[in-house]
């Protein structure tokens, strides 16, 4: 029986979101740091990297809130065939 709508597929999508958010994250602060030292731009490019450290860091709890439902649902699903790893 395949059950399409588990915790386990709404968690893996939701780690793959956070890999993307991270990656946006990281690619925003990237391109801040290669920007020249004008002085708009340098108030720009730090803001870019605050905006791109905060979604790095609610990347991290968005895939940590994701693999403990991965977790719970393991521990859910071993418990109900009784099967303990």
Partial sequence: MQITNSPFNYAQTGLKN???GLNEASQKVAEAAT???D????????SQVQDGVIQAK???LNAKANARVINSADQAIGSLIDIRV
């Fill in 18 to 20: 956070s890999q993307t």
């Fill in 35 to 37: 920007q020249t030292a």
């Fill in 39 to 46: 002085s708009n731009q340098s108030n720009r490019s730090g």
């Fill in 58 to 60: 609610e990347s991290e």
